[in-house]
């Protein structure tokens, strides 16, 4: 494989199958299909000058491995996507903890037994968790959607409480709208837990790539049959007509990946797809420790949501610098040199984008991937998951 810095190579007839975007869903995509197709050879074309998508990361002048688009933290249930992406990297044991920063008390997120007390008091938190436990069982996780709309008052003010201090004015800065206002499925990422569980995330397999990111993706793209063209947009290469892809010029005969916004692929014609994005601000601190936990969210004060340390998740404590991030969220605006992250779902979003997946269906050698393509709030196992079993699919 090669890595070219951008489109001067880059000839269509070279290659029986076209990938756009370098992030997990193609790459994932480009190398199982070069396992199970070894005759095929691949280009992926990348608009960025770097490859992992939002996964990528690097070494700053710190010293501090850090995620250029924010904090990723692998999790998966998914005995398959671990195996697959094992291949490709070592792991370093990580579980992520969270903490929410109350106007200055820090209580552990999700929402939990610790945190019940801390707010609360111990012997009061003590009677508000039995009440918890018989309402919903030990060991288990309730959305906030769920908690407030219990008729229990005890539990109405715990409802209350949380949903002001930790979802409220988080939500707000995130997505523009009370948590009621949007996907309830949004919030219920992080559910209350009614144990004393205080990790991020419950999946069996968890941790960092131990030497990050991008490295996993060079190795996961070394193959003798992938090509990577960075610094190359789709349309500067290709445009469609009649359903049909033409390349430099000529109709493409294979397989068409693209793992992009699917409105793009039809100029937003039909009105383009809402997406919240982020302005990340990184912060080289000539300190030890800049915080207690890897990341702390900011849920009742501040413009960010939240602030991350990297070094405390990526293995490098004992480095004497740090390095922190704040994201502050902002509106999406297509064409700019802002980047869409997160798919905004809600029935009309919904509707527009089925629309353009009609019509990208249409188009018979075309496969759409990914958080951008499929608008979904995709985490990294499940673009894995997605783009593993096309690529099954398709080899067959
Ligand atoms: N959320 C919140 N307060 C928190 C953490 C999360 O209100 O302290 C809500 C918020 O709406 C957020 C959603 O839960 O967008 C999902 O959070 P998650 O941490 O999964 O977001 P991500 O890491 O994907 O940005």
Redesign the pocket.
């Known amino acids: 494989m090669t890595i070219y810095s951008d489109a001067s190579q880059f000839a269509a007839t070279n290659y029986d199958v076209l990938v756009v975007g370098a992030g997990y869903s193609g790459a994932v995509f480009a190398r199982r299909y070069a396992e199970l197709k070894p005759e095929a050879r691949i280009a992926i074309i990348e608009k960025r000058a770097q490859i992992a998508g939002n996964a990528h990361d690097f070494i700053d002048d710190a010293g501090v491995m850090v995620h250029l688009f924010g904090p990723h933290i692998f999790h998966t249930h998914m005995k398959e996507v671990y195996d697959f992406l094992s291949q490709f990297t070592k792991w370093l044991p990580y579980e992520h903890r969270v903490l ?1 920063n109350i106007h200055g008390t820090l209580v552990p ?1 999700p929402f939990n037994k610790t945190s019940l007390e801390i707010s609360f008091g111990k012997e009061k938190s003590e009677l508000l968790y039995q009440e918890l436990v018989e309402e919903f069982g030990e060991e288990t996780k309730v959305p906030i959607s769920k908690l407030r709309a219990s008729d229990n008052e005890n539990l109405q003010e715990v409802a209350d409480y949380i949903y002001e201090n ?2 409220l004015h ?2 707000m800065k ?2 523009d709208k009370k ?1 009621e206002e949007i996907d309830g499925a ?2 219920a ?2 559910p209350i837990h009614i144990s004393e569980d205080d990790r991020y995330f419950q999946d069996v397999y968890q941790g960092m790539p131990k030497e990050g990111y991008t490295k996993m993706f060079e190795k996961m793209l070394t193959h003798p049959k992938i090509d990577v063209f960075l610094k190359t947009e789709l349309a500067s290469i290709a445009e469609l007509s009649d359903n049909t892809f033409i390349v430099q010029g000529s109709p493409f005969k294979g397989l068409v990946i693209y793992s992009g916004p699917v409105d793009e692929l039809f100029s937003s014609d039909m009105g383009a797809l809402p997406y919240r994005s982020i302005d990340m601000r990184f912060e080289q601190l000539d300190m030890k420790s800049f915080q207690e936990a890897a990341t702390v ?1 900011y ?1 009742t004060t501040e413009d960010f949501t939240r602030i991350t340390e990297f070094k405390k998740m990526t293995g490098q404590e004992d480095l004497d610098k740090t390095t922190i991030l704040k994201e502050y969220p902002q509106a999406y605006v297509p064409g700019s040199d802002i980047d869409p992250y997160y798919p905004i779902s809600n029935p009309e979003n919904q509707a527009l984008y089925e629309k353009y997946a009609k019509r990208a269906n249409m188009i018979t050698n075309l496969y759409v991937l990914g958080r951008l393509g499929q608008y979904r709030y995709y985490d990294m196992d499940d673009t894995t998951k997605a783009a593993l079993d096309l690529a099954e699919e398709l080899a067959k």
């Open positions: 929410a997120v930790i979802f988080y939500t995130q997505w948590p949004v919030t990422r992080v969210n849920t």
